[in-house]
């Protein structure tokens, strides 16, 4: 059965530090792979998608950006964290042409 | 950009009472899917759906594409069913980009 993996659970990073969060999908080959982003209060927000290794496409202009170094891992990556940025952050992945989005437990990100 | 608004924002019931949240949306889309959001943050997909009515045990939902309008009800409900229901629809099968509403929370009273 295919799982997904999401670390850390939690995070307290200073302004101006940088970020690294880590998504990993076990059993399925060539997923999509999804960031979403839940600012407190508001709905959630797709930042980047990818249908494959290296092809990353951003739909919300910010200072975050995200790799796919290999097919099954998603990483979404700061240089200089902002107070806005403070948020739940979500991994999804999807089959190849399914639409269903299977979701991983999140990073609770918040910036000091 | 579709639009997508839910409602209501808040529900409160007693258990054992049928439950309807309702989602409607701007543009035509390839597929709707509701989603559930526990306390904790996890998300699970409830639904994926393109027409007509899907059920799974105490949970349907339907679509009318035509109205570009979908319900989420849930019969008997129970405690457990507390949680946020997230309405989101995708423009591109297969490669959905979801929009996603801003969700109900729904709180069944024992």
């Known amino acids: 059965s295919q799982t997904i993996h999401q670390w850390p659970a939690t995070l307290v990073q200073p302004v101006g530090s940088p970020l690294s969060l880590e998504c990993t999908v076990e059993g399925t080959s060539n997923p999509n792979l999804y960031w979403y982003r839940q600012a407190a209060g508001r709905g959630l927000q797709l930042l980047f998608y990818s249908v494959g290794i290296g092809q990353i496409s951003s739909e919300v202009p910010q200072n975050l950006s995200a790799s796919r170094p290999q097919d099954r891992q998603f990483i979404l990556s700061s240089k200089k964290l902002l107070l806005s940025d403070s948020g739940f952050y979500l991994c999804?992945?999807?089959?190849?042409?399914?639409?269903?989005?299977?979701f991983g437990p999140g990073t609770r990100l918040t910036v000091t | 950009k579709n639009e997508v608004e839910q409602s209501p924002q808040n529900l409160t019931a007693q258990e054992g009472e049928f439950i309807t949240i309702n989602c409607s949306y701007s543009v035509g889309i390839s597929a709707l899917h509701w989603l559930q959001q526990h306390p904790g943050g996890g998300i699970v997909s409830l639904f994926m759906l393109s027409s007509g009515k899907k059920k799974h045990g105490r949970l349907i939902a339907t679509i009318n594409i035509q109205e570009k309008h979908s319900s989420l009800h849930i019969t008997a409900s129970h405690p457990r069913d507390s949680a946020v229901y997230i309405c989101?629809?995708?423009?591109?099968?297969?490669?959905?980009?979801?929009?996603f509403g801003t969700g109900t929370r729904l709180t069944i009273i024992p």
């Open positions: 989101a629809v995708g423009s591109n099968f297969g490669n959905e980009k979801l929009t």
């Open positions: 999804a992945w999807s089959a190849l042409r399914e639409g269903e989005q299977y």
